[in-house]
T-cell receptor, first 113, second 114 residues
Framework: AQSVAQPEDQVNVAEGNPLTVKCTYS??????LFWYVQYPNRGLQFLLK??????LVKGSYGFEAEFNKSQTSFHLKKPSALVSDSALYFC???????????FGAGTQVVVTP | DAGVTQSPTHLIKTRGQQVTLRCSPK?????VSWYQQALGQGPQFIFQ???????QRGNFPDRFSGHQFPNYSSELNVNALLLGDSALYLC?????????????FGNGTRLTVT
């Protein structure tokens, strides 16, 4: 079985400040980890993925994520948040190279000017 | 390069009716997955199609069925609609079964069951 936890329903940050969205996972074997963002009334947009290799993964729009195997975490980060980053963020995990993607419940990010 | 397209964008049905949702994958993709996203929740996996066969299925009843066509497009059918089936239905496409390619999502079909 695989599962994802996003412990924060909402994260509030001022524009220009660093942004962190937390994610922990549980999966048998090596995980395939993803971050997606969803804007209102839209589908999910892919931000970045961890498959293997460097623990720091760089993605779209200045986002990056740090994989920590011992803590089973995959936190999303951005050094300087923009108002346009306000959206719903989902962490997801897969136990195989294909198939079911297990999503977390999502974290609403609110960036204030 | 067209992304994933879904139709219709919105749909209102009555309890007990049947509905068909359609999806065209991103150009070059051969695998289609369907997800249900209830309000305020993360997407839940329904099933995945590859080579016109259902390859994996989530915890959804048999009322949910699907099909993939030779051109890789796909349909999701839901029979005997319940009020609880009201949700955003997302189609996602990807490439192949042996490489962990990310899913590309459409904008979804908003289904309301009254």
């Amino acid at each position: 079985a695989q599962s994802v936890a996003q412990p924060e329903d909402q994260v509030n940050v001022a524009e220009g400040n660093p942004l962190t969205v937390k994610c922990t996972y549980s999966v048998s074997g090596n995980p395939y980890l993803f971050w997606y963002v969803q804007y209102p009334n839209r589908g999910l947009q892919f931000l970045l993925k961890y498959i293997t290799g460097d623990n720091l993964v760089k993605g779209s729009y200045g986002f990056e994520a740090e994989f920590n195997k011992s803590q089973t975490s995959f936190h999303l980060k951005k050094p300087s948040a923009l108002v346009s980053d306000s959206a719903l963020y989902f962490c997801a995990v897969r136990a195989e190279s294909w198939g079911k993607l297990q999503f977390g419940a999502g974290t609403q990010v609110v960036v204030t000017p | 390069d067209a992304g994933v397209t879904q139709s219709p964008t919105h749909l209102i049905k009555t309890r007990g009716q049947q509905v068909t949702l359609r999806c065209s994958p991103k150009s070059g993709h051969d695998t289609v997955s369907w997800y249900q996203q209830a309000l305020g929740q993360g997407p839940q996996f329904i099933f995945q199609y590859y080579e016109e066969e259902e390859r994996q299925r989530g915890n959804f009843p048999d009322r949910f069925s699907g099909h993939q066509f030779p051109n890789y497009s796909s349909e999701l059918n839901v029979n005997a609609l319940l009020l609880g089936d009201s949700a955003l239905y997302l189609c996602a496409s990807s490439l192949g079964q042996g490489f962990p390619s990310p899913l590309h999502f459409g904008n979804g079909t908003r289904l309301t069951v009254t």
